[in-house]
């Protein structure tokens, strides 16, 4: 009986603890999404030429056991290369996702971390000549 009394008393000590560091977690995410959001608002919004390099996803599943559902989430991430040679990664939708394609070059419209479009550059040929425009 003893032993029972004893876990009872190292359990109402534990779940305090664990609570304080879910608190700390979840206090630290949003500090960072925040200090994000300012450090952003501090960039001014670039239109630079660029060139699509890279495509991928990001899939997520979730398995709801109560009601047997699975479900699944995906992110869609663009890679983009500009005139110095940086490489910028922004999130998009699977709309724009789909109409992006690696080559694709245009103009990349973005402050900071923040995806703002991305207007393709249209090549038109002309027997041997090729027109380019926005």
């Known amino acids: 009986m003893q032993s029972g009394v004893e ?47 890279g495509k991928r996803t990001e899939v997520s599943h979730r398995h709801d056991t109560d009601l047997s559902v699975n479900r699944s989430d995906s992110t869609y991430y663009l890679t983009f290369e500009v005139e110095s040679g940086d490489r910028l990664e922004f999130v998009v939708s699977g709309k724009e996702y789909g109409l ?25 040929r002309a027997g041997l000549q090729e027109y380019r425009h926005y």
């Not at 394609?101 to 703002?116: A, C, N």
């Open 7 to 53: 876990l009872f008393g190292v359990m109402n000590q534990a779940i305090p603890v664990f609570l304080i560091i879910i608190v700390g977690m979840l206090l630290l995410t949003g500090a960072k999404g925040f200090k994000r959001y300012l450090s952003d608002n501090r960039q001014p919004v670039l239109t630079v030429h660029s060139i699509i390099v």
């Open 100 to 124: 992006c394609s690696e080559g694709d070059e245009g103009k990349l419209t973005f402050q900071g971390s923040r995806y703002f479009g991305f207007e393709r550059l249209k090549t038109y």
